[in-house]
C-alpha cells in the first residue's frame, strides 16, 4: 500500500524507513522545502535525524495532494500543532478513505485535549483513528534494533490493520482498544523524563531517580484511571516502557530539557537550542490542568511546573515532594 506520513521530524523519518521495511510506498509530507529537498535528492534528513540514509524509494512533499492514495496516514507533528496541521488535511480530502494513525506524545495547552479529542474536532473525516506509542527512540529505529510498540484503537480491526501494515522483523506492534491510557502514558511520561533530567543534572543520585520514575507512574496512572484508561496500560510499553526509555535514555530530548535545568540552564535558553521539540514543557501546564478538572493530584508534575515557569530551586522541589505527608503506597 501506500503510507502517507505527516511531518518528517526524526520520528516521523524513522516510521517512513519502517513502513519501507514492511514493504510500502513512503509519502512524507513536510513543511519545510529544505527538508523536503535533502529527503528526494540525498536520501537524508539532516536537520531532523542526520548519519542516516534514507531508502531512495522514500518521497517527500509539501503538496498534501501527492498523499491522496495513502491509505494509512502517520499523523508524526507535535501535538501544539496538530489541529491547524489537521485542519489543512482535512481541507485537501486525504483523511476520507485513510485510517489515521498519530503518534504525538502530548496534551494540548488551550483545550487539554489528546490526540483523539483534536481529531474528531479538526478531522471528522478520519473515521478511523489509532494512537501508536511506546519505547521507540527513532535514532534506535532507524539502526534496526529490535523496538516493541503498542496501538491502540477503539475498534480493534483498525489496530490489528496499523499492526499487520507496519510490523516487521525489528519492528513488533501489539494491539489495545485504550486510546486514552496509551495516550495519556505517552504525554505524562514526558513531564516525568524532565523531572529525570532533572534529577540528573543536579546530580541528586540514582536513588531519587528511582522513586521519582516509580512514583511518577503511579501518578501518570492515577490521572489515566480518572480519564476512564484500563490500569493495565499504564504497565505495558506505552506506560513503564517508554517511561524507562525517556527517563533513562541519552536520546530523550526531554530528558535532556530536565537535565540542563538541572545544571542551572534557562529554559528558554536550552529550547532555543534545539531543533526537534521537547513535548513535556507544554505538557507539562496542559496536564496540571487537565488533572484539576477531574480532581486527581500530580505532585511531580506540579514541582516540574515550579521548576520550569517559576524558576523553583530543584532541591527545593524534591524537599517538598520528600515532605508531603505520609501515606500508603497503594
Known amino acids: 500500500m501506500t503510507v502517507g506520513i505527516i511531518g518528517a521530524g526524526a520520528w516521523g523519518t524513522a516510521l ?73 488535511a482535512e481541507k485537501s480530502g486525504i483523511l476520507t478513505d485513510s485510517v489515521l494513525v498519530s503518534v504525538a506524545k502530548g496534551i494540548e495547552v488551550s483545550t487539554q485535549q489528546l490526540l ?16 501508536l506509542s511506546g519505547p521507540s527512540h527513532a535514532e534506535e529505529v532507524v539502526r534496526r534494533m529490535a523496538t516493541s510498540v503498542v496501538c491502540a484503537s477503539e475498534d480493534l480491526e483498525d489496530a490489528e490493520y496499523v499492526q499487520n501494515a507496519l510490523s516487521t522483523s525489528d519492528f513488533r506492534i501489539y494491539t489495545s482498544t485504550d486510546i486514552v491510557g496509551v495516550e495519556i502514558c505517552g504525554a505524562l511520561k514526558n513531564v516525568i523524563a524532565i523531572a529525570a533530567g532533572i534529577v540528573d543534572g543536579a546530580g541528586m543520585g540514582d536513588n531519587t531517580k528511582a522513586a521519582l520514575i516509580t512514583r511518577g507512574l503511579a501518578e501518570i496512572t492515577r490521572l489515566g484511571v480518572a480519564l476512564g484508561a484500563e490500569q493495565r496500560t499504564f504497565y505495558g510499553l506505552a506506560g513503564l516502557g517508554d517511561l524507562i526509555v525517556t527517563a533513562g535514555s541519552p536520546h530523550s530530548r526531554n530528558r535532556y530539557v530536565g537535565e540542563q535545568i538541572g545544571k542551572g540552564a534557562v529554559l528558554s535558553d536550552v529550547l532555543n537550542s534545539m531543533t526537534a521539540v521537547a513535548e513535556g514543557v507544554p505538557t507539562t501546564k496542559a496536564a496540571l490542568d487537565l488533572a484539576r478538572s477531574v480532581n486527581v493530584e500530580l505532585p511531580i508534575t506540579e514541582q516540574v511546573s515550579r521548576i520550569l515557569f517559576e524558576n523553583a530551586n530543584p532541591q527545593d522541589a524534591i524537599h517538598l515532594l520528600m515532605n508531603r505527608p505520609l501515606g500508603s503506597e497503594a
Open 16 to 88: 517512513g524507513v519502517v513502513a519501507t521495511d514492511a514493504g510500502h510506498s513512503v509519502v512524507m509530507w513536510a513543511r519545510e522545502p529544505d527538508v523536503v529537498q535533502a529527503i528526494n535528492t540525498n536520501h537524508t534528513n539532516s536537520v531532523y535525524l542526520p548519519q542516516t540514509t534514507l531508502p531512495s524509494s522514500i518521497q517527500a512533499t509539501n503538496e498534501w495532494t501527492a498523499l491522496g492514495d495513502a491509505e494509512l496516514i502517520i499523523l508524526a507533528t507535535p501535538t501544539q500543532h496538530s489541529r491547524s496541521v489537521l485542519t489543512l
Open 116 to 131: 483523539r479529542g483534536i481529531a474528531e474536532e479538526a478531522a471528522p473525516s478520519a473515521r478511523r483513528f489509532a494512537v
